[in-house]
């Protein structure tokens, strides 16, 4: 069976002012042809699962396009239209083939272009024609457009956030394009969404959170075969699109009747549990103040607003102001994307001491640059390998980085809004969080992977691209009413 396999993943952001274009993918993974098996190889990526799933079976892989970016606001148009025609030539040039699969993140936005998932998956339906089996994976904070499920025979999400199992969801998504393909099965295909969204920060799959109920509810639903595949989509919230919203999927054999009964009752388990979502969130003033009245060694301070995982620009100095404020000489370390002082600290070299403004410089809507008088204490590359998450074993750079010294505050200045998996920023720079008070990170689960008896976290609020308080934003695409905006005891379907 020759299966083409392509790759195109990122995660736009509405309100992000980030645009991101091919020297962006490129610094993070864009190979063609044969190339995407050596980027895939030995991988934990959702890619390499897929891969090697059909290679267990013996399938040709026919290897098209891996282009990965991230998270951020938007992806240029004429970049994404040649990455579109690409494929979608590169799987018309290799016809016959048997089946399709796609390891997708389905929350991309472009310029013009607000479904890009969608696109390519109609593009490659175009190509290969009605009779080809085509599987996608997908992060659980996909957008499921109609289009996408209209032009997929199979849509398999991440179970888990923090996002621990993309390997394990492309070797799902191709294990179910294998049956297809083999017909041991007929894939039908539902989705059922409300008009909700839910913050991210309270969608961890760990413990007893809410989510974590509905993932072991989908996982039932398998088990007892009602379904092949149940995903549950919390969704990326900051879309401000008038079809997004929380999202409930299943594949099933054959049975269009059972896929819509299953999606609604698992996008219902996410419903009745949305305000458990909510979690406390203090300013960062007082979160500084809190965590250093706190029992714990090492207390994480969770930068919510400015979320560079979101796809927030990360350079709001916000959190800085606080701690040179209010714990001047306590040991703390803070990560920013700061292109301009990296560069100037370069110049000056180590040792050099000098007054810097910082942040601010990229997303100007949020907070003032802060100015600081501080020594440059050391200058690195930036590069580092992901310990885990959707980029497991890949490498990335934050680009020429310095560290400031301020007091005792180790400021980590980055040249580019890079989304680490654990505190391999941190480490890749020399600064060791273990020995610090407070540590500020810009991602909303991530973090998690740190937490301990000795280190705990604390959440800021506040304005940004990636706020908490989803009701609060300046919504032009949303239709009301919708959650957490109105409290709705009957939810509206989108
Ligand atoms: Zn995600």
């Given at each position: ?5 392509a790759s195109c993943e990122y995660e736009g ?7 991101d274009?091919?020297?962006?993918f490129?610094?993070k993974g864009l ?14 990526t959702a890619l ?17 396009l891996a282009a990965k970016g991230g998270a951020g606001?938007?992806v ?7 990455i ?18 796609l390891a997708l993140h389905g929350a991309m ?7 890009p998932e969608?696109?390519i ?15 996608a994976s997908l992060d659980?904070h996909a ?15 991440y179970?888990?956030?923090?996002h621990?199992?993309a390997?394990?969801t492309g ?219 959707p980029a497991?074993?890949l ?100």
């Open positions: 069976m020759r299966v083409a396999v952001n509405s309100l992000s002012l980030r645009v274009r091919k020297e962006d490129e610094r190979v063609r042809g044969q190339q995407v098996l050596a980027f895939a190889n030995g991988k934990q390499a699962g897929g891969i090697e799933a059909l290679q267990d079976e013996h399938c040709v892989v026919v290897p098209i606001g938007h240029e148009e004429a970049f994404f239209q040649d579109l025609a690409e494929i979608i030539n590169g799987i018309a040039a290799q016809l016959p083939l048997d089946g399709v699969y936005i472009c310029d013009q272009e607000k479904d969608g696109a998956l109609q593009g490659i339906r175009s190509a290969v024609g009605p009779g080809v089996p085509i599987s659980l957008h499921v457009s109609d289009r996408m499920v209209e032009n997929a025979d199979i849509l398999v999400g179970e888990t956030y923090p621990v199992d390997y394990e070797k799902k998504a191709a294990g179910l394009l294998i049956g297809a393909m083999k017909g041991e099965f007929a894939p039908v295909m539902r989705i059922k969404k409300y008009n909700a969204i839910f913050p991210v920060l309270g969608g961890a799959t760990l413990g007893d959170a809410p989510m974590a109920k509905v993932a072991a509810k989908a996982r039932q639903i398998e088990d007892q075969n009602r379904a092949f595949s149940v995903s549950y989509f919390p969704v990326q919230p900051w879309l401000d699109m008038a079809d997004v919203g929380i999202t409930g999927l299943a594949v099933t054999d054959g049975d269009a009747e059972a896929a819509d009964a299953v999606a609604q009752e698992i996008l219902d388990e996410m419903w009745l549990r949305r305000r458990a979502f909510e979690l406390d969130a203090m300013t960062p003033e007082e979160a500084v103040k809190a965590a250093l009245a706190s029992d714990a060694k090492t207390t994480l301070l969770i930068d919510a607003p400015d979320s560079i995982g979101g796809g927030a620009a990360g350079d709001s100095p916000a959190l800085l102001a606080a701690i040179v404020a209010h714990a001047p000489d306590t040991a703390a370390a803070l990560c920013i994307y700061d292109p301009y002082t990296a560069q100037l600290a370069f110049e000056l070299g180590r040792g050099a001491e000098a007054e810097f403004e910082i942040g601010a410089w990229l997303d100007t809507r949020w907070a003032d640059p802060v100015k600081i008088k501080a020594t440059v204490e050391s200058l690195h590359d930036g590069t580092f390998i992901y310990t885990g998450g497991a074993s490498e990335t750079t934050l680009g020429p980085s310095v560290v400031l010294r301020v007091g005792g505050l180790q400021l980590l200045c980055a040249s580019h809004a890079v989304y680490e998996n654990a505190d391999e920023h941190y480490s890749a720079c020399g600064i060791d969080i273990s020995q610090c008070r407070l540590v500020s990170f810009k991602n909303l689960m991530n973090f998690r992977k740190l937490l301990s008896d000795t280190v705990n976290f604390i959440a800021l609020h506040g304005l940004g691209a990636t706020p908490l308080r989803l009701q609060d934003v300046d919504w032009q695409n949303r239709k009301r009413p919708f959650w957490p905006a109105d409290d709705m005891a009957t939810p509206s379907f989108i």
